[in-house]
């Protein structure tokens, strides 16, 4: 699908990923709207960007504020073409808590990990992840491919294209072990990609996951001092963090390439070769 011209949602566009994404859709001549819950920056997108941007302040877990987003696009553009669902979130969900052992934290080297013994994990704190990265992807899925039927097909058959970004945590090879609820949930993505891919198929709407490794970007400042150095080393190449731009030309890509549909694709420098990091 040609990308001139066509109106794309990106949720969670106000930062890292999200936001590199609608600046490159705009680059190639696209119209955004973004939501995001960062009501602050969101209100600057247009005025930083440019009349082609949107903002709708809309949570992921707030079905009445997705509606009241893709209303307002549909009545601001007449169209949506692509959903990249960008927002997501993720705490510490462990089963059983951990902590990394104060002799190896001293060290500075590799954790070790012991039992916190403070009673069993949170399942508030899984079912906020699982709320926001699976059901709140699903919300937003049902409500773009709505609108998307309503476009004229191209020469394709194409009417739309939706991209969730799962994550490594999804992947059966890598378990840092304190991400119950962001794991399951970005697992729980894939399951959704080919379901839907199956689902929207009639109707000519592609549906694909991007997977990408570890990102310094906003989303893991919480547990970056507790993972971040494990999870740069377990890329085998480049050793360095993601550029968020590396899953935008990805999106883009997806969107132009009209062969590619339930598909999982790994930006991840390779770590997916690893096992674990403990
Ligand atoms: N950074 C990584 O290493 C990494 C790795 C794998 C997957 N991911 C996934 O990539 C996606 C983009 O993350 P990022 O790295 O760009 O992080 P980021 O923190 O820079 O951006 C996430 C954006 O989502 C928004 N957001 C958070 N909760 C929301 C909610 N409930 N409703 C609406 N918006 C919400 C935030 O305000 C922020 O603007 C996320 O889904 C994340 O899980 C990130």
Same mark, same amino acid.
């Given at each position: 699908?040609?990308?001139?011209?066509?109106?794309?949602?990106?949720? !969670?566009?106000?930062?890292?990923?999200?936001?590199?994404?609608?600046?490159?859709?705009?680059?190639?001549?696209?119209?955004?709207?973004?939501?995001?819950?960062?009501?602050?920056?969101?209100?600057?997108?247009?005025?930083?960007?440019?009349?082609?941007?949107?903002?709708?302040?809309?949570?992921?877990?707030?079905?009445?504020?997705?509606?009241?987003?893709?209303?307002?696009?549909?009545?601001?553009? !007449?169209?949506?073409?692509?959903?990249?669902?960008?927002?997501?979130?993720?705490?510490?969900?462990?089963?059983?808590?951990?902590? =990394?052992?104060?002799?190896?934290?001293?060290?500075?080297?590799?954790?070790?990990?012991?039992?916190?013994?403070?009673?069993?994990?949170?399942?508030?704190?899984?079912?906020?992840?699982?709320?926001?990265?699976?059901?709140?992807?699903?919300?937003?899925?049902?409500?773009?491919?709505?609108?998307?039927?309503?476009?004229? =097909?191209?020469?394709?058959?194409?009417?739309?294209?939706?991209?969730?970004?799962?994550?490594?945590?999804?992947?059966?090879?890598?378990?840092?072990?304190?991400?119950?609820?962001?794991?399951?949930?970005?697992?729980?993505?894939?399951?959704?990609?080919?379901?839907?891919?199956?689902?929207?198929? =009639? !109707?000519?709407?592609?549906?694909?996951?991007?997977?990408? !490794?570890?990102?310094?970007?906003?989303?893991?400042?919480? *547990?970056?001092?507790?993972?971040?150095?494990?999870?740069?080393?377990?890329? *085998?190449?480049?050793?360095?963090?993601?550029? =968020?731009?590396?899953?935008?030309?990805?999106?883009?890509?997806?969107?132009?390439?009209?062969?590619?549909?339930?598909?999982? *694709?790994?930006?991840?420098?390779?770590?997916?070769?690893?096992?674990?990091?403990?």
């Amino acid at each position: 699908m040609k990308i001139q011209d066509k109106v794309i949602w990106i949720t !969670g566009g106000c930062s890292g990923m999200g936001l590199a994404s609608m600046e490159l859709f705009l680059s190639k001549g696209a119209k955004v709207m973004v939501t995001d819950i960062n009501e602050e920056k969101g209100k600057t997108l247009t005025y930083e960007y440019g009349a082609n941007v949107i903002f709708y302040k809309a949570d992921m877990t707030k079905t009445d504020e997705l509606q009241a987003a893709v209303n307002g696009v549909m009545s601001k553009w !007449g169209r949506l073409d692509v959903l990249l669902a960008c927002a997501g979130g993720g705490g510490l969900t462990w089963a059983l808590p951990m902590a =990394p052992t104060p002799e190896s934290v001293q060290s500075g080297g590799s954790f070790n990990w012991q039992y916190t013994n403070e009673g069993p994990g949170s399942l508030e704190a899984f079912v906020k992840d699982i709320n926001i990265n699976l059901i709140g992807n699903f919300d937003a899925g049902r409500l773009a491919a709505f609108e998307m039927m309503k476009n004229k =097909p191209n020469e394709k058959g194409e009417r739309g294209a939706i991209i969730f970004i799962s994550s490594i945590s999804a992947n059966k090879r890598h378990s840092p072990g304190f991400n119950c609820g962001y794991a399951s949930s970005k697992a729980g993505l894939l399951g959704l990609t080919k379901e839907m891919s199956v689902n929207f198929a =009639p !109707g000519g709407i592609r549906v694909n996951s991007i997977l990408p !490794g570890f990102f310094d970007t906003k989303i893991v400042e919480e *547990i970056k001092g507790i993972a971040g150095a494990q999870w740069q080393e377990a890329a *085998i190449f480049p050793k360095e963090p993601g550029d =968020p731009k590396c899953v935008a030309t990805m999106a883009t890509e997806i969107v132009e390439n009209y062969f590619v549909n339930n598909a999982t *694709i790994e930006v991840t420098a390779g770590f997916t070769a690893t096992a674990s990091y403990q």
